[in-house]
């Protein structure tokens, strides 16, 4: 789940204007540029929270060699939450940041100089699970039920945006606030109706471990909030974009690897991931992951629609975690993706 708080990360981005964080060049391309005549270009990626199957395309392009073949020596780390993670793109302490598309559209909203170079999942893969005994098959069900949140959970920020859009009545759902770790708990002892999670990271851990869920994809009734996304510095857009093209084509390579062979993906994965996850759940991670970063005919995977983005934006505000709009061009660019 997105366990981020949005007050979080509105604080996080105030302090950074407050101190004039203007987006630099991140250290490693600095020395890139000092001395030309390096065999390889050092960047990185922090990814916004700990290791999870998900990021497996982006450990299939460093174990393969992609980054490598694209004159990047690449470095991959785990992070703390997304806003740690942009911040430490505006500061210059990483290349690129993999968060959540929500957040950095948030901080661009806000005005940070930051851009989106790649949406991966247009509408992340949320659902709300339930037991077989006591359904929730479509949103009217959840009228009269109990619902387990958490601190920062995106599917219970956005639940008056769901309400609105399935002609439900969000008064008739009893919120019921509870730690991360004991949602699904609460969920199997019957404590509660109903909860959230996700396809590219918990159903596949609750199917491996025998649970029976019904599952209502929120994607399916017009909930699509932005999910993986790939974050730069405004200022890397002007003055290094050949190096963000380079590490966009690599990244394309690993998801397509992953598309392919997911099990060996998984393995690829576990070699950087200490996980008592088997291989097979590791891999239906990855392949919800690739199965949810979809694609227009034509376009590269990672393109961002415009439209999209602003069904997106508007579900943003109505969900008050947004002020204003800005012009589109303000959050993102497809110029850097590979050509197809």
């Known amino acids: 789940m997105f366990i981020l708080s949005w007050t979080r990360l509105a604080a996080s981005f105030a302090v950074a204007a407050a101190l004039q964080l203007a987006a630099i060049v991140p250290p490693a391309l600095a020395a890139e540029s000092a001395a030309s005549n390096s065999p390889s270009t050092r960047v990185s990626i922090r990814f916004s929270w700990k290791l999870k199957g998900e990021y497996g395309p982006f450990y299939v392009a460093l174990n393969k060699g992609y980054f490598k073949e694209q004159g990047l020596e690449m470095s991959l780390g785990e992070g703390a939450g997304a806003p740690a993670t942009l911040t430490s793109v505006l500061q210059g ?13 948030q901080a661009v909203s806000k005005g940070v100089p930051l851009k989106l170079v790649a949406l991966y999942h247009p509408a992340t893969p949320m659902a709300i699970i339930s037991l077989p005994d006591n359904p929730v098959r479509n949103p ?27 002609n439900i009545d969000c008064n008739k759902i009893k919120r019921v606030n509870l730690n991360l770790n004991a ?3 609460e969920l199997v002892a019957h404590h509660i109706d109903a909860t959230s999670a996700y396809a590219t990271n918990d159903l596949p851990i609750l199917k491996a471990k025998g649970i029976g869920l019904v599952v209502m994809d929120l994607r399916e009734h017009g909930l699509k909030v932005p999910g993986g996304s790939l974050v730069v510095s405004d200022q890397t ?8 093209r380079h590490i966009l084509a690599a990244v394309e390579e ?23 996850l088997d291989d097979e ?17 034509g376009k590269p995977i990672g393109w961002i629609d415009s439209q999209v983005l602003a069904t997106s934006l508007g579900q943003m505000k109505d969900a008050g975690q947004i002020d204003n709009m800005r012009t589109l061009s303000s959050y993102y660019t497809n110029d850097l993706l590979p050509s197809k």
């Not at 069900?141 to 399935?166: H, I, R, W």
């Not at 392919?260 to 200490?274: C, G, N, Q, S």
């Not at 759940?281 to 005919?297: C, D, G, H, W, Y």
């Open 183 to 185: 949602l699904v708990t």
């Open 254 to 276: 690993g998801f397509a690897f992953s598309k392919r062979d997911p099990l060996e993906a998984a393995r690829i994965m576990k070699k950087h991931w200490t996980t008592t």
């Open 140 to 166: 009217k069900q959840l009228e009269g039920k109990s619902y387990g949140v958490s601190v920062g959970d995106t599917v219970g920020d956005f639940l008056p945006v769901f309400c609105k859009l399935n």
């Open 281 to 297: 759940v590791v891999a239906e991670q990855i392949q919800q992951t690739v199965n949810a970063a979809t694609t227009l005919p």
């Open 237 to 244: 857009v002007t003055e290094h974009p050949d190096v963000v």
């Open 93 to 105: 302490q990483d290349t690129a940041s993999y968060a959540p598309g929500i957040y950095g559209l």
